[in-house]
């Protein structure tokens, strides 16, 4: 099970951070992502990082601005968002892929089939 958290009204420019707690799972076995939808549009990548925290990938809209991170001992992944952008308003998941390998790469992480758990979404509002 995953639960997402941290959503809210910000201003553009301003920052948010995610959070995403897992539980019943192996959680250490997962590649986590976060992807999101924006209201009439199809749900897109955001970030995604490797089950021990070394590799991450992003999308290009998010690069630069937004940090994939994750805790393992507390189960926990988060997404910092940083120079928020009016275009970021969306709803925000949290995912898991407990089959993906150490070294899954951009192009599989992107994928929203590959992932075979997902958290209830969280509500990200940006106001131009």
């Known amino acids: 099970q995953l639960q997402a958290s941290g959503g809210g009204l910000v201003q553009a420019g301003g920052s948010l951070r995610l959070s995403c707690a897992a539980s019943?799972?192996?959680?250490?076995?997962?590649?986590m992502g976060w992807f999101r939808q924006a209201p009439g549009k199809e749900r897109e990548f955001g970030a995604a990082i490797s089950r021990n925290g070394v590799s991450t990938y992003y999308s290009d809209s998010v690069k630069g601005r937004f940090t994939i991170s994750r805790d393992n001992a507390k189960k926990m992944v988060y997404l910092e968002m940083n120079s928020l952008e009016f275009e970021d308003t969306a709803v925000y998941y949290c995912a898991a892929d407990h089959n993906a390998i150490l070294t899954a790469g951009l192009s599989y992480s992107s994928r929203q089939e590959n992932y075979d758990a997902w958290g209830q979404g969280t509500q990200v509002t940006v106001s131009s």
């Open positions: 019943g799972r192996t959680f250490t076995r997962d590649l």
